[in-house]
């Protein structure tokens, strides 16, 4: 079992992966481009690392939780990157949410390399991620789950075994993330809705949440346009990805996707209008004159 684990990448879910690794007893390295966050990581029991490199030369079991394919590439094959200086046999833990292909290729080169990996995106949010109660969507060779078992334990509540192949993974990923981006995208067009008409948004919202309209994530998103307060948990961006990776996988068997479609353009749209960078329901902002009461806003 695996004594020193690795995290790339401390952001809203990597710093919540981390800390759980704390708590349940790994030496846990982490590794990240902003110097500050590596700091109050070591503050609360963790050891910093310059460079995936070094992070990579001191861990059995390494994740990556960076944002895209282009990161992972980075952090594991890139200058100072982590699989050449992993010990043969290791286990990378790739995390991030990538189109199935290059899942599949990663887990070739990783293998190629002597080395072990799941394809292992997630799901939950940072709150989750900080209980260790994240939903983790795995693939790939049962030696490589043998070798990390109490790694995955300790970071999710939920392990889904997918199958034997890289790849399966993060199908099942995008798939989530495409009813995720859907789901956000009408919860936003039913507010703005409800602003236009007139009614009552804490009413409106108190109503949907007990109704059969409601979902997961209109639960989740709508108190953020309730309160005006669009910091990035998750990002308009990350749903202008992952919602790019369900149209790019379905474009390859020509399979029509008119929801996901239409949902892409809207965060398109907020997007290009310059709230890429806010928290995914700012997609609310493309309705023209959708402004809350000032109570709201408080």
Same mark, same amino acid.
């Given at each position: ?127 989750? =991620? &900080?209980?260790?109660? #994240?939903? !983790? *969507?795995? $693939? ?10 109490? /790694? ?19 199908k099942v990923k995008i798939i989530n993330q495409l009813l995720a981006g859907v789901h956000i995208a009408v919860a936003a067009e039913a507010m703005a ?67 996901? =479609? &239409?949902?892409?353009? #809207?965060? !398109? *749209?907020? $997007? ?10 700012? /997609? ?15």
């Amino acid at each position: 079992m695996a004594s020193n684990v690795g995290v790339i990448g401390l952001g809203a879910m990597g710093m919540g992966v981390a800390r759980s690794l704390l708590r349940a007893g790994f030496q846990v390295h982490a590794c990240d481009l902003r110097s500050e966050i590596l700091q109050a990581f070591a503050a609360a029991g963790g050891i910093g690392c310059a460079t995936p490199a070094e992070l990579g030369a001191q861990c059995d079991v390494v994740v990556t939780l960076v944002v895209n394919a282009a990161q992972t590439e980075a952090v594991l094959f890139g200058e100072q990157g982590a699989v050449a200086a992993m010990k043969p046999g290791s286990v990378v833990i790739a995390s991030a949410t990538v189109a199935p292909d290059f899942a599949i290729e990663l887990g070739r080169r990783v293998e190629a390399a002597g080395l072990q990996m799941l394809d292992a995106p997630v799901s939950g949010g940072a709150a989750r =991620a &900080a209980s260790a109660e #994240m939903t !983790m *969507m795995t $693939s790939g060779p049962a030696a490589a789950y043998a070798a990390c078992e109490d /790694v995955l334990a300790a970071m999710a509540g939920k392990v889904y075994r997918l199958g034997a192949g890289h790849g399966a993974g993060s199908k099942v990923k995008i798939i989530n993330q495409l009813l995720a981006g859907v789901h956000i995208a009408v919860a936003a067009e039913a507010m703005a809705l409800g602003l236009r008409e007139g009614v009552d948004p804490d009413a409106l919202y108190e109503v949907i949440t007990h109704s059969a309209g409601n979902s997961w994530m209109f639960e989740n998103r709508v108190p953020h346009i309730l309160k005006a307060d669009y910091t990035p948990l998750s990002a308009v961006d990350i749903f202008v990805k992952d919602l790019g990776l369900v149209l790019d996988t379905a474009r390859r068997s020509k399979f029509p996707l008119p929801l996901s =479609a &239409a949902a892409h353009q #809207m965060f !398109m *749209m907020a $997007s290009t209008a310059g709230h890429g960078g806010e928290d995914d329901a700012a /997609v609310i902002k493309i309705f023209p004159g959708i402004d809350l009461p000032a109570s709201n806003q408080a």
